[in-house]
């Protein structure tokens, strides 16, 4: 499995290929669609995640020391995104997790190209990454 | 009047997103101001900023005078009867907010009823909760027919003895359809129960006259007829504005202070407590100016009704396309269209489009009981202006078949 640092900059290098936003939407389109699919009992009122626009559910669980993510929503954009978020922090240590600034949502321009209210839905799933790395220390 | 010299009046329609010409569809939830009313405003901040009414200086004089000429204004885009039956407030929410403190004070007792609509925007819904709560009165709920005009027989059969006072709107923000307002009042009416009609969307599109409609309150957002922000009318029978208590306590608003009693001014100042919007009410004025020119003019009227007409056949005509609020008659449908597409997200379709250059609104619209209604969780909505034109329309159904392409 590749470090935390190199499937960020993996992302990174995708994320760059792209010039324009429709096209990046185009991107986070295909990762919804590709995203696993999410067992529709775990759709509870505690896993969804608060402070998004659309509705986004997460769920988590730790094993063998790391922390491995589900997630839906029935937005396919933000469906995209959090796709993203858990392609890169899903079997990850609680530990590295928790220590990571979550910066290169930044430098792919995520939060400056969404919505205030979509980003409030990125900066409300981090923190509940972040959340649950922290609860899993 | 062209369409093109109109647009040269609001530079923000010049302006670019993301490197595409702005086309604004969201004038329902705000509309853009021409250059008279920032004028105005600016020129308020400028050359006569002063406290109104107080002072006996040239500035407060001129000050109070612009901000009572525009009442006189308003008074006469209402049709209203008299100047004292105008109250400036910071808008269409506070407006309501203000009937249902200070009407509640004064008439609603426990176990009284209020009627509000299902379609209705929350700030005609949570203050007459409020009030509710307040008085342990009962809160009863005015059904839409299939089309989604409100519904006389459905107020028949809710009216009471106990039904004090029924909230509706003229045209709900996400159906854009013209109610019958003036068969629901009159319904209202027989029974003794007075009415008020949310004129948020109304009075954008509708000419007003309140003495006609014969509605006992009437209320609408000067942002939203391309006036400045922070500005709002209540219109109110005198006959209930006196019998009301004052809403808030404060300077402008008494007659003499007593610690043994204080008595109200006269209306309406008994309902304008504290130092009003002194910048921005006047900019009512250019902005009604502007509003009735292009209402009254034939050419722009006209390009308003084809841009209905091509989207309600664009918006019906599409499989996966779901309109809702579809006219019986089609001059009772403005030009605001709210509509869900099978198998994509509203939030994504809005997204899309904002990328694109188009500015929609998404979500439930402050109408969460007419979504759960409808049982939907969301939709998209498209509102037009005078300055929107027939290319941008078309534009927009070209994006958005883009956005539906690529969302399935």
Redesign the interface.
Known sequence: MKSLEETKQDVIGEFSMYDE??DK??YL?ELGKNLEAYPEELKTEDRLIKGC???VWLDYELRDGKLFFRADS?????KGIISLLIGVYSGRTPEEIAGDDFSFIDEIGLSQN??P??ANGLVSMIGTIRQVAEGAL | MKIEDIRKDFPILGTTVYGKPLVYLDNAATAQKPLSVLRVWEEMSMAKNANLHRAVHSLAMSATDAYEKTRDRVRDFLHAGSREEIVFTSGTTASINLVAFSFGEAFIREGDEIVVSVDGHHSNIVPWQLLCQRKNAVLKVLEIDENGYLSPDSLRKIISQRTKIVAISLISNVLGLINPVKELIDISHEKGVPVLVDGAQGAVHEKIDVQEMDCDFFAFSGHKVFAATGTGVLYGKKKWLEAMPPYMGGGEMIDHVRFDGTTWAPLPQKFEAGTQNISAVPTLVPAIDWLESVREDPEIEAGQREIVRYLSGELTGRERIRLFGVPRRTQDKIGLFSFTVEGAHHEDLALILDKMGIAVRSGQMCAEPLMDHLGVTGMVRVSFAPYNTMEEAEYFVKCLDKAIAMLI
């Open positions: 936003w429709l939407y185009e389109i626009q659309s509705r029935d937005a396919i954009i933000t969404l919505s209210t979509r």
